[in-house]
Structures are given as structure tokens and as C-alpha cells.
């Protein structure tokens, strides 16, 4: 079975950078694709970056583009966020997934009822401050 570890986070100022690691245990499944999300108390968890594992294409919520970066290492196999200049606003849980993907147009890729059957990781906390 794959189990999902995220790494990485901790406190920051607003406006540094953080790089936070997903690894990837046990026998590879059949995901198609790999996202991170994240959840900021009281509200919704909200995709923020996802690749498409062969190919590698990459996609980013209108929230992060720019300042966010996804990227794997299938050697490893990782997937990895850069979150450059963070806001206060950034402050939230981040979370892993890995699923398995029907043929979408890229703006419904980010709609979590896709990835509920997926397999998550147990999060790793960022934290903004002023």
C-alpha cells in the first residue's frame, strides 16, 4: 500500500519561503496525477498545485500563480511545493494527494469531489507571521 509523508513546514515570516516534500512509500498505484492543497482554519480545503505524474504538466490555482512551484522527482519518488513570498493568508495546513484522474479541461482539476478517493497525506503545518 502507498503511504503519503509531507515535510517542510514550520513558522515564516511573511514575505520568506518555504519548500515542502511529499514522499511516497510502498508499491506505486495508479494515480495519474499528484496535488498539494491546503486548509486554513474554519475554511475549505482548496487545491493550490497539481502534475500530472507522466507527463509532468503542471497546474496552479489563480491564488498562488507565481509564487508557488510544483515539482517531482520520480527517482525518489517526490513531489515537492516551492511557496515563495508567503502572505499571513498563506497560513494553513498543507496536504499531499495522489489520484487517479478522468480526462478533465484544467479548470475543474482543482475540484475536491475528484480527489476525495484518492490517498492523502497527513499534512504538514505552515504558519505566516507579521
Known amino acids: 500500500q502507498v503511504h503519503l509523508v509531507e515535510s517542510g513546514g514550520g513558522s515564516v515570516q511573511s514575505g520568506g519561503s518555504l519548500r515542502l516534500s511529499c514522499a511516497a512509500s510502498?508499491?506505486?498505484?495508479?494515480?495519474?496525477?499528484m496535488g498539494w492543497f491546503r486548509q486554513a482554519p474554519g475554511k475549505e480545503r482548496e487545491g493550490v498545485a497539481i502534475?500530472?505524474?507522466?507527463?509532468?504538466?503542471?497546474y496552479y490555482s489563480d491564488s498562488v500563480k507565481g509564487l508557488f512551484t510544483i515539482s517531482q522527482d520520480n527517482a525518489k519518488p517526490t513531489v515537492s511545493l516551492q511557496i515563495n513570498n508567503l502572505k499571513t493568508e498563506g497560513t494553513a495546513m498543507y496536504y499531499c494527494?495522489?489520484?487517479?484522474?478522468?480526462?478533465?479541461?484544467?479548470?475543474?482539476?482543482?475540484?475536491?469531489?475528484?480527489?476525495?478517493?484518492?490517498?492523502w497525506g497527513q499534512g504538514t503545518q505552515v504558519t505566516v507571521t507579521s
Open positions: 494527494a495522489s489520484v487517479r484522474l478522468p480526462v478533465l479541461p484544467p479548470e475543474r482539476l482543482f475540484e475536491l469531489e475528484y480527489w476525495r478517493g484518492g490517498l
Open positions: 510502498g508499491n506505486r498505484d495508479n494515480s495519474n496525477f
Open positions: 502534475i500530472q505524474i507522466i507527463k509532468g504538466s503542471t
